[in-house]
């Protein structure tokens, strides 16, 4: 079940204790030029290798024991810089409201007097594993509190609280990712969290899409489009319009899935997605975005990212959207998890390919070699 809460009110804490579970926070910023980056802070990530798997067997670890700390940075479209590392669970803090800490990171969201209005602060400082640097910086996004979220409650067999809590917004970002010039970025910002007891396998859920996009009037389009186990040849859909004001509206969708492909692991995506409101009398999509190869960040077996081109309405949007496909069956399966292991920093001993996926992406395969040519101490 897709559960809307009010985003003045912090993530449930139950999940934390629930073997599978989880609880992320998302904040994606991303500018005219396709510059920008997605955080994400979270216990109990599903994507961490082992994590789906030992729940699925009955042996899940709880949500608390496995925080974790994403940081994927886009330069002019193509990913520059990634680092995915998990933490000790003493490493990791959540007050049960709106301050974390993972390593020397700290986060916290803070609102305005009336609760309307929210600006979270990010002071980024983590080590980036073999490459001998930390990556550093500050990220803030402030924004309206979406309200009026209700009238659409999808409901596939467990419960999923997904909650927008700042949209649309505006950020600001200045990280240090190692010997280069400060990436710096201004632009749209977007902000939501996830929560559940159940495990994303666990969910009822066959695969799903995601995705979002600002309009010419400044409004945020979000959208799913959810394919459940029992009737995966019938999506659901349904769309969010999130007014300057923070004042939304729920839509029910209609999906249009064109020229359908396979991606080289097997994942299934299309050259097209367009949303037609069923309510509306109006013929031109709610929203249409083309997924051109060359605008897909990130390719796994369970996974896809797009920053793609969107129209709303029928006109170009002022900026590039974002597009999640993901499977769920397919996240953490054994003949996939040592490619899943190789882009994780882990509290113990690492991939010794690594060095190739976390990191400057320009400087990878020197520090692959440094890795292979030196002793360990003199990474």
């Not at 910023?29 to 802070?41: A, K, S, T, Y």
């Not at 640097?133 to 467990?158: C, H, K, N, S, Y």
């Not at 927008?164 to 939501?192: M, N, R």
Request: hydrophobic share 35%; with cysteine; net charge negative.
């Amino acid at each position: 079940m897709i559960r809307f809460d009010d985003a003045r009110r912090p993530a449930p804490t139950g999940p934390m204790e629930s073997p599978g579970g989880f609880v992320w926070w998302y904040l994606e910023l991303l500018d005219q030029d396709r510059n920008g980056l997605v955080l994400i802070w979270s216990f109990g990530l599903p994507f961490l290798p082992g994590y789906v798997s030992k729940a699925r067997r009955g042996q899940g670890d709880t949500p608390r024991s496995r925080p974790s700390l994403n940081l994927a940075v886009y330069e002019g479209g193509e990913p520059s810089f990634y680092l995915l590392r998990e933490f000790e669970p003493e490493e990791a803090e959540w007050d049960g409201a709106f301050a974390w800490r993972f390593g020397d990171t700290h986060i916290e969201g803070s609102f305005s007097p009336d609760g309307s209005f929210r600006t979270t602060t990010v002071s980024l400082d983590c080590p980036v594993e073999d490459a001998g640097v930390r990556v550093v910086g500050t990220i803030t996004a402030e924004g309206p509190v979406p309200r009026g979220l209700t009238g659409i409650d999808l409901d596939f067999g467990a419960p999923h609280d997904w909650t927008p809590v700042a949209a649309p917004a505006h950020g600001h970002a200045v990280l240090s990712l190692g010997d280069g010039p400060a990436f710096t970025v201004s632009g749209e910002a977007y902000h939501d969290r996830n929560a559940s007891p159940n495990g994303l396998h666990d969910l009822g859920i066959d695969h799903w899409a995601w995705g979002h996009t600002r309009d010419m009037r400044g409004h945020d389009r979000i959208f799913y489009i959810l394919w459940p186990e029992e009737d995966a040849d019938t999506p659901s859909a349904f769309g969010i319009d999130i007014a300057p004001d923070g004042l939304s509206k729920v839509v029910r969708l209609d999906a249009r899935l064109e020229r359908p492909r396979r991606t080289f692991y097997g994942m299934a995506t299309w050259d097209q997605v367009t949303l037609f409101d069923t309510d509306s009398d109006v013929a031109l999509p709610w929203m249409s975005m083309s997924l051109a190869a060359r605008d897909r960040v990130d390719n796994g077996p369970f996974y896809l990212r797009y920053l793609p081109t969107v129209s709303v309405g029928g006109q170009p949007a002022p900026t590039p959207g974002s597009l999640e496909l993901i499977r769920p069956s397919r996240i953490d399966m054994d003949r996939h998890r040592f490619l899943v292991n190789m882009r994780v920093a882990r509290p113990r001993k690492n991939s010794m390919w690594l060095p190739l996926f976390q990191g400057q992406r320009q400087t990878r395969l020197s520090r692959l070699a440094r890795r292979f040519t030196q002793p360990a101490g003199a990474r």
